[in-house]
């Protein structure tokens, strides 16, 4: 059977010995193989914090940016009603992923129950706003812990990891009686790759912690101008409807 010039070369190309990343590669799994018992649970339990921790980041992105584009949407939205809060409520359910609509169905609720019952309590008005955006920032923060959890536990385990190995490395070393740096260095690597992924798992979640904190910290300051504006929005007067044009206003008009 006979090879191709093209396909023979790109046997070649392919081959670890003339490409630096698969070689990286190979040697990687080659030294996670050969790594101890212990460090092969380390790596074990590092991968599962590194998948939930991913899962946490990615749905908290997708779900970031959702309640970011939508609290835009339905701010513009409040704001064409000109006051008119009821046409503002027969239509938040379409924005329903912001934040703010919960702000915004906090108040109008007691705004309604007040108006029923005849009285009216600006401060009864600010709490309920109050509450809906401790609930919202409460939701937002879910599962948030598990990120700092991860970049600050994970590079201890896998710190773990490399001097039990290091331990396991020197007394095979003893044993052996061979006391040279040949003779030790894979040991010492081996035991080294638990660290590097204990590093891999942690910088991600600690870098997605903080961006989502600060996004979370901005989206509480916008809930809170919203709810002030909410407020002032129920002090003023309730916008008129403009009067029906009879036939004689038309005819005026005309003239």
Request: aromatic content about 8%; proline content about 5%; glycine content about 8%.
């Amino acid at each position: 059977m006979t090879c191709s010039p093209a396909l023979l070369g790109l046997c070649v190309h392919l081959s670890p010995a003339n490409n630096p990343a698969l070689l990286a590669t190979t040697e990687v799994w080659n030294l996670v193989a050969q790594s101890g018992p212990v460090a092969k649970i380390v790596l074990v339990l590092l991968l599962g914090f590194s998948i939930l921790s991913w899962s946490i980041i990615l749905s908290k992105g997708t779900k970031f940016r959702r309640m970011r584009s939508q609290s835009g949407r339905f701010l513009r939205a409040y704001r064409k009603a000109g006051g008119r809060l009821q046409d503002v409520s027969s239509v938040s359910e379409q924005f329903k992923p912001s934040p703010l609509v919960a702000v915004f169905e906090g108040g109008f609720d007691e705004y309604r129950r007040q108006a029923g019952a005849g009285s009216r309590s600006l401060a009864a008005v600010q709490r309920a706003t109050q509450i809906a955006s401790s609930e919202e920032m409460t939701q937002m923060e879910s599962r948030l812990p598990w990120l700092a959890t991860t970049g600050a536990v994970t590079p201890f385990v896998g710190l773990f990891g490399t001097v039990w190995g290091i331990i396991d490395a020197f007394q095979g070393l003893g044993n052996a009686g061979a006391a040279t740096l040949r003779a030790v260095a894979p040991g010492i690597s081996e035991a080294l790759i638990t660290t590097a992924a204990g590093l891999f798992t942690a910088i991600p979640a600690v870098i997605a912690y903080n961006q989502y904190m600060q996004q979370i910290r901005e989206f509480g300051a916008r809930m809170d101008d919203f709810a002030l504006e909410f407020v002032n929005t129920i002090e003023r007067p309730a916008p008129q409807q403009p009067p029906a044009r009879t036939r004689e206003s038309v005819v005026l008009e005309e003239r």
